[in-house]
């Protein structure tokens, strides 16, 4: 369990990283009203970089006035959590 734990973290790192990156794309695009990543994209992201999702919505300032966006992100944040909570208990 230890090493697959392990063998996760670069893993995660990645997701994370690419995910606020993503995030920042996304707003400058919205800035340049050029085309945008669509917002099922945008969660389906945030379910495996929560932590790089919520990153790049708090300092690009992206997607924090839109509640129904807000509704979705934070259901799959409670998504995270359960799987993280399954994952540390077995």
Known sequence: ??????????????????????????????KRQQWRI???ALL????IGIVGAASGMILFNHKTSKKSFLV??????LIDVVL????IRH
């Open 38 to 40: 669509s917002e099922n």
């Open 72 to 77: 979705k992100f934070f259901i799959v944040a």
């Open 1 to 30: 369990m230890q090493q697959i734990n392990v063998r996760m973290i670069p893993f995660l790192v990645i997701a994370n990283l690419i995910t606020f990156g993503v995030f920042g794309f996304d707003k400058l695009q919205a």
């Open 44 to 47: 389906g992201l945030s379910l």
């Open 84 to 87: 993280l909570y399954r994952l």
